[in-house]
């Protein structure tokens, strides 16, 4: 069974730091590009963030750009989110997801992890 | 960045009933659309991709249809299971952007 299960998510002051994990099992990770997308409270789905199969092409929103990093360890089938200089508007469900094909970027995700909260608050 | 817009945000429908959901893109995604359902509390779903391809698992009574800028999803003989909100979301180039979603209601 394909599985993603993200975790990291807390309670955090504006300007503060984080780092999302999301663990996968059930198939080959190398071979799978990955995204990060996000859901505020009631709101919509936001896309956040890419990396590659291999980690070699990243890209971002332009509302996270300069502040977040993905990266992934494929020994460790686990993909990341660094999260800096945290705003209120950043509060959200964060869910780890992938792109439904191997070794392309482009097409729909699945499946998607339960995701993890991210709440920054003062 | 491609905007995406849908249509209408909301409706209301009994089962039984065949439904349209429209999503319009800010400029040609060619067939790079695709759509997800999302039920309360819980992840979204793939559920149609490259416009009309139909995920595994996914009844037959879920249809895509549409390229360049405009895209419909339809549900024929709507189910309780079918009560949800879609979204539309473009795979054609970054920022991968999501349309604000279709709450799909019980009438």
């Known amino acids: 069974e394909v599985r993603l299960v993200e975790s990291g998510g807390v309670v955090v002051q504006p300007g503060g730091s984080l780092r999302l994990s999301c663990a996968a099992s059930?198939?080959?990770?190398?071979?799978?590009?990955m995204h990060w997308v996000r859901q505020a409270p009631g709101k919509g789905l936001e896309w956040v963030s890419v990396i590659s199969w291999d980690g070699s092409t990243t890209y971002y929103a332009d509302s996270v750009k300069g502040r977040f990093t993905v990266s992934r360890d494929n020994s460790k089938n686990s993909l990341f989110l660094q999260m800096n200089s945290l705003r209120t508007e950043d509060t959200a469900f964060y869910y780890c997801?992938?792109?439904?094909?191997?070794?392309?970027?482009?097409?729909?995700?699945?499946?998607w992890g339960l995701g993890t909260l991210v709440t920054v608050s003062s | 960045d491609i905007q995406m817009t849908q249509s209408p945000s909301s409706l209301s429908a009994s089962v039984g009933d065949r439904i349209t959901i429209t999503c319009r893109a800010s400029q040609t995604i060619s067939s790079y659309l695709n759509w997800y359902q999302q039920k309360p509390r819980k992840a979204p779903k793939l559920v149609i991709h490259?416009?009309?391809t139909l995920q595994r698992g996914v009844p037959s009574r879920f249809s895509g249809s549409g390229s360049g800028t405009d895209f419909t999803l339809t549900i024929t003989s709507l189910q309780p299971e079918d009560f949800a909100t879609y979204y539309c979301q473009q795979s054609y180039a970054s920022p991968f952007t999501f349309g604000p979603g279709t709450k799909v209601d019980i009438k």
């Open positions: 997801t992938r792109t439904d094909h191997v070794m392309i970027i482009y097409g729909g995700f699945d499946p």
């Open positions: 059930g198939f080959t990770f190398d071979k799978y590009t």
């Open positions: 490259a416009t009309s």
